[in-house]
């Protein structure tokens, strides 16, 4: 199977940050896809808290947008051994100690790759190239 590779044409799926810090996003998210496309019989599942009530717990006014920050482990719990591989794969891209990724950039990674296992490539690849920016941001 070809490996599937970034196209430089798509928006990021995050704006205006350090770039070494999008390169490491952009390979998480391909890391994603193509664990996936080596994967198509995974069903990777996870959890991961309630974004209202850490809001809450932290004192975030409601209403109020926020990121989450921090490792990425403190977030996403994986449910299975799929999503386990899956996850370190992703973790892998990015690199470990000072380079792991965050929790922020694991949830790029984690929205990229659901909406390749949905839709497939082909609408992934539209998605990309025609999506305002701000749609992958939150």
């Known amino acids: 199977m070809m490996a599937y590779e ?3 044409l798509w928006t990021d799926v995050i704006e205006g940050i350090n770039p070494a810090y999008a390169d490491a996003v952009r390979r998480m998210v391909m890391a994603s ?11 990777p599942e ?3 808290p309630n974004q ?8 975030v006014p409601e209403g109020v947008s926020f990121v ?7 977030i996403y719990q994986p449910s299975n051994s799929q999503a386990r591989h899956w996850f370190r794969a992703i973790s892998d891209a990015c690199g470990h100690g000072s380079n792991s990724p ?17 839709d497939g490539w082909e609408a992934f690849n539209r998605f990309m190239l025609e999506r305002p920016p701000e749609e992958l941001q939150s």
């Open 6 to 8: 970034w196209n430089p």
């Open 68 to 74: 989450v920050t921090g490792a990425w482990e403190d």
């Open 46 to 48: 996870w959890r991961e």
């Open 102 to 118: 965050s929790s922020f950039m694991m949830s790029k990674a984690l929205a990229c790759g659901m909406l390749f296992k949905r």
């Open 33 to 43: 896809i193509n664990w996936l496309a080596e994967h198509p019989q995974a069903n």
């Open 52 to 59: 209202a009530e850490l809001a809450k717990r932290a004192g």
